[in-house]
């Protein structure tokens, strides 16, 4: 059953991203600037989670993030299958500063909801284990069609495992809906 799950939940994405919010809309030049909230709500739904951003600056904001992390494995070898799946709940709090912000405005781009590039420093730690990591990344997010997102972010800092620690990759992706 949780393998149909796996299986199908992609595809669900694809025809939301494609058919509610296309990615046109990226360029979509707004004639009324409408006011922008202080605080935005968004629903993740890969990962599932919460997210909540507060500005703080016009260019930068801190986030805090409640998600459900999961892995998912299947093996069948020589007609014995073995399954396992699992979930990591993680609170993350990240500052962000958006670098982008005014080059996007000047060329008429969209940058509602804080689209944008940054640079930001996330602290993840895993509420069912004793893992964390940290360290700056760069990345951004985008707003897709009125009320959809997606971010992504890449950078290298210290993560701490059960089974190691040391200096590794960190990064985010995130698709989801803005709740306000």
Same mark, same amino acid.
């Given at each position: ?84 799946? #699992?979930? /990591?709940?993680?609170?993350? !709090?990240?500052?962000? +500063?958006?670098? =982008?912000?005014? $080059? ?42 009125? #009320?959809? /997102?997606?971010?992504?972010? !890449?950078?290298?800092? +210290?993560?701490? =495992?059960?089974? $190691? ?16």
């Amino acid at each position: 059953m949780k393998r149909y799950i796996l299986k199908i939940l992609p595809l669900c994405l694809f025809f939301v991203i494609n058919f509610q919010a296309p990615l046109s809309a990226q360029g979509v030049v707004v004639s009324e600037p409408k006011e922008e909230p202080n605080t935005i709500v968004r629903l993740g739904l890969l990962p599932p989670g919460i997210l909540v951003e507060q500005k703080i600056t016009p260019k930068s904001s801190v986030i805090v993030k409640l998600i459900a992390g999961f892995s998912f494995y299947y093996v069948n070898v020589n007609g014995v299958s073995d399954s396992d799946f #699992k979930l /990591y709940p993680t609170l993350a !709090i990240e500052p962000r +500063y958006y670098t =982008t912000l005014d $080059k996007r405005r000047a060329e008429n781009r969209r940058t509602d909801y804080l689209s944008s590039g940054y640079v930001g420093f996330p602290v993840n730690i895993g509420l069912t284990d004793s893992s964390f990591s940290l360290g700056p990344v760069y990345g951004f997010q985008k707003t897709l069609g009125k #009320k959809g /997102y997606w971010h992504i972010s !890449i950078g290298l800092g +210290y993560s701490k =495992t059960v089974e $190691k620690e040391g200096i590794s990759p960190i990064g985010d992706f995130s698709i989801g809906f803005i709740l306000n």
